[in-house]
């Protein structure tokens, strides 16, 4: 029987309006608390990691590049796993539901820590010097943990909204998703931020119960279409061996889809830079009070502004909008590096960076969903996750020497932003002539590249 409206439908999924409503709101709260795990537990490590003496470089290269490492490692597998997975419960909320004890242990760790860290020091009758080593490799473990907890997520949560929203307002989700990540931002830092250094130990137990709470709803609420079957496992050595050259092949094989994973990396990175130390610019340029103004200002000005993004994004493209933000971002990170030398041209250049980078990152949210193949979305996303943890690994190390050569100015990073969003442009300029070239829009809508 054929559905009442075909635009509400998703594979084999036909909504009403009030069951996608539904399905879009379970959405967000997941979002929401996501991002809130997000927000609240990377400037808390990179402030327990400044308190027990570690530099900046080897905070940024921590916080940065261990996610990238664990990432490279892990993304192929879990998007070829989810793809090929088929339950009753589907092929997607399996796999978040597993993140559920993963953040119980990370949030929990990463407060515990400095309690667990000195005492193991006393437990082993250690030199009192030890005390930070042990603290710090305590939060190095569950950072760790944390950190593969985002990456399962973050490739699931993509993979998920691809199989259960309707392409003509994919924009528009990931820009409320982008709202209410925005949200969260500002919630933590206008109430807990000036608070994380001391009363790290609530926020993070809070927040943590707060994500397993809305993530299991989330689970629990959510149903997925019917997916084709699949070929049977894989068994011995030989297979997997073959498999992973069909991974290659398939993903990075086609300079298209080459072109869009390069671009990617360098775009969705290009202002980790800046974002690795802001935390730091609290301290060493402007009173924390008044870091978290200009973070509560931008998040404001952000938020405003993602739901009207995601609806250009859906009517124009999520690559052309992106071009549009992308260029932006150059030009203002470039006079940034070369103005930010008072108070006031600080203040405008950090405000610049966040709104511009959150722009860039609204726009093409659902680039990904609009370009690569439905039924294996989460194959070819990892591969681009891939690509981007390998510029992560180098950005992180990179800023920190950056910024230890210029002496902690704070020009320096911007400049480097800058640098590396010309060159995203350049990428994304190619891969938007290439695009083109495939057919534009047609072609991205056609079943070829994704089907519904």
Avoid at 222 to 241: C, H, M, N, S, T
Avoid at 367 to 375: A, D, N
């Amino acid at each position: 029987m054929p559905p009442e409206n075909p635009k509400l439908t998703v594979g084999s999924l036909n909504y009403t309006r009030l069951g996608l409503a539904m399905t879009i709101f379970w959405i967000l709260l997941g979002a929401f608390a996501w991002a809130l795990k997000g927000r609240a537990g990377q400037p808390t490590a990179q402030l327990l990691l400044s308190d027990f003496g570690e530099s900046d470089s080897a905070s940024s290269a921590l916080v940065g590049s261990v996610p990238g490492l664990l990432a490279l490692i892990f993304l192929p597998f879990l998007g070829y796993l989810s793809d090929k997975f088929r339950s009753p419960w589907g092929r997607r909320i399996p796999f978040l539901a597993l993140t559920i004890p993963f953040v119980a242990v990370s949030m929990v760790g990463l407060a515990v820590s400095p309690s667990v860290g000195t005492y193991l020091d006393r437990a082993l009758d250690w030199h009192p010097s030890g005390v930070q080593n042990n603290v710090v490799l305590c939060l190095a473990v569950f950072w760790g943990i944390f950190a593969f907890t985002d990456i399962v997520g973050n490739l699931i949560f993509g993979a998920l909204i691809n199989d259960v929203v309707p392409s003509f307002m994919m924009g528009r989700v990931f820009g409320a998703v982008r709202a209410l990540t925005l949200l969260a931002g500002v919630l933590f830092n206008y109430y807990f931020f000036g608070q994380a250094e001391t009363d790290y130990v609530p926020i993070l137990l809070g927040i943590g119960f707060f994500v397993i709470v809305a993530i299991a709803l989330m689970c629990a609420r959510i149903r997925e279409g019917d997916y084709p079957p699949v070929a049977p496992r894989l068994k011995g050595w030989p297979e997997f061996i073959g498999e992973a050259q069909s991974y290659f092949h398939e993903c990075f094989g086609s300079r298209f889809y080459l072109l869009l994973f390069v671009g990617w990396g360098l775009s969705t990175t290009a202002w980790n830079s800046v974002n690795y130390y802001s935390v730091f610019f609290a301290s060493g340029f402007i009173t924390p009070a008044h870091y978290v103004d200009l973070l509560t200002l931008t998040y404001s000005i952000s938020l405003l502004i993602a739901y009207p993004i995601g609806i250009l994004a859906d009517h124009f493209h999520p690559l052309r909008v992106g071009i549009v933000a992308l260029a932006l971002y150059a030009l203002a990170t470039l006079w940034s590096g070369f103005f930010a030398t008072t108070p006031l041209n600080f203040d405008i250049s950090f405000v610049l960076h966040g709104v511009l980078s959150g722009a860039f990152l609204t726009a093409t949210a659902s680039l990904l969903q609009r370009l690569l193949p439905r039924l294996k979305f989460a194959l070819f996303a990892s591969a681009a996750g891939v690509m981007v943890c390998l510029f992560n690994i180098i950005i992180g190390p990179l800023a920190g020497f950056v910024l230890n050569t210029a002496h902690h100015d704070c020009r320096s990073i911007f400049l480097l932003s800058s640098v590396q969003s010309w060159l995203a442009l350049i990428a994304i300029f190619v891969l938007y002539r290439a695009f083109l070239a495939r057919g534009g829009d047609n072609h991205s809508a056609s079943s070829t590249v994704r089907t519904d």
